[in-house]
């Protein structure tokens, strides 16, 4: 059984920036407005026939000034890298109220360059003062907190967490757009040797540090029939914020705004975990899908690691991991946050892959008989969580 807005909307324009990586000639208005001309043209469409916006890197006010428009339906939630997930979920509820009829969802961050972008908190704020007089230094002290924990718990491992970044590694391999294809397919065991950032993050552990955007367009079911492209059925969404930063969690272990996002999308969709044909798990470090496969249902509580670690050999003598190519469940087939492209919200990467696969347009990464595809990705270190099951039949 299926909620009231499964398949009331559709994704039927998705792009990227022309260009990711290090682009210093692209201030962040400029690649907002990058990826909306080429999402538009995908669909084809015209900045015109847009009415509402959906952003918050730029905030919808100062972005639809800069395209030239005053759309009748504005959303401008931001609770860090999973808002586009969020924004996909708002935006179905938009067209199904009748608020909007074609809504733009964009990102734009100049992560790398830092053109016109704001400077992060400071001291005064609530991790100014209880995290950072502890020695925190950035994202990657932050999120170890958790995985250390989950070590302590339930007996994973660094080795096995060392499997994430390998796995992934393997898809960006299939991905000419993927940033890191220097130094060609990775090991566990090279993850391991990579130079130390914070235990237990070596860092072929972190996400790379990016220039980019990109933009979905999403109209209702009707009227996506008569759009250039197949559209994308959007069958359930769900969010969820538990806290403000990762020293609030009540257990470090557990994602209680993933838990919450995933039982709603699932229950919308009418699906379970076995149903998902492809993932898409925010990986911001090698640690994050490991919760996220757990919390969503993939795999018992504290099994992550084994599972991940359960490889196989081809009979050239590689490996084939559980989520890689050829794998039982594959996730991450762009590359990942980790391999692919991170630009500080990597939410909307992930959601353009999904409709990338399901399109059938990933071309040698592409999934074989791919129906539907889950995405989900946190928000400021677990705080929220935003969570979209998506199908092209």
């Not at 391991?192 to 790379?208: G, K, T, V």
């Amino acid at each position: 059984m299926t909620g009231a807005l499964s398949r009331r909307a559709t994704i039927v324009g998705a792009a990227e920036t022309d260009r990711i990586g290090r682009l210093p000639g692209m201030s962040r208005m400029a690649l907002h407005a990058e990826a909306a001309r080429n999402a538009l043209e995908d669909a084809g469409l015209s900045i015109r026939d847009v009415d509402g916006v959906f952003s918050c890197v730029a905030g919808p006010n100062e972005l639809s000034e800069y395209l030239g428009i005053v759309p009748r339906y504005v959303d401008g939630t931001g609770v860090g890298g999973c808002s586009y997930i969020i924004f996909l979920r708002h935006a179905v509820a938009a067209i199904a109220a009748g608020y909007c009829d074609v809504a733009l969802i964009v990102h734009g961050e100049s992560g790398r360059s830092w053109i016109d972008m704001e400077a992060p908190g400071t001291p005064a704020s609530p991790a100014g003062q209880f995290e950072a007089p502890f020695g925190t230094a950035g994202a990657a002290t932050t999120y170890s907190l958790p995985v250390l924990r989950h070590f302590h718990e339930y007996g994973t491992t660094k080795r096995q967490m060392s499997h994430v970044p390998a796995s992934t590694r393997e898809w960006a391999l299939l991905n000419p757009r993927a940033i890191m294809h220097e130094g060609g397919h990775i090991t566990p065991e090279d993850v391991e040797a990579s130079p130390i950032i914070c235990y237990p993050f070596n860092r072929l552990d972190c996400c790379l540090v990016a220039d980019g955007g990109g933009a979905l367009v999403v109209t209702s079911a009707e009227r996506a029939r008569d759009m250039r492209r197949k559209p994308i059925h959007i069958l359930g969404t769900g969010e969820g914020a538990a806290h403000r930063q990762v020293a609030m969690m009540r257990d470090f272990t557990t994602s209680d705004a993933t838990i919450m996002s995933g039982r709603a999308a699932f229950a919308e969709a009418g699906l379970s975990p076995p149903d998902i044909d492809h993932l898409m798990l925010y990986d911001a470090f090698s640690f994050t899908p490991m919760l996220f496969l757990e919390d969503l249902g993939f795999v018992p509580k504290g099994e992550a690691g084994p599972f991940l670690a359960d490889t196989r050999q081809a009979t050239d003598g590689s490996l084939i991991y559980p989520t890689g190519p050829g794998g039982v469940l594959p996730m991450n087939t762009n590359g990942g946050g980790l391999s692919y492209c991170h630009s500080g919200r990597y939410g909307m990467f992930a959601l353009l892959e999904a409709v990338a696969q399901l399109r059938g347009d990933a071309g040698a990464r592409q999934v074989a008989n791919l129906t539907t595809s889950l995405v989900h990705g946190p928000g400021r270190q677990f705080a929220a969580a935003g969570t979209a099951i998506l199908s092209n039949d």
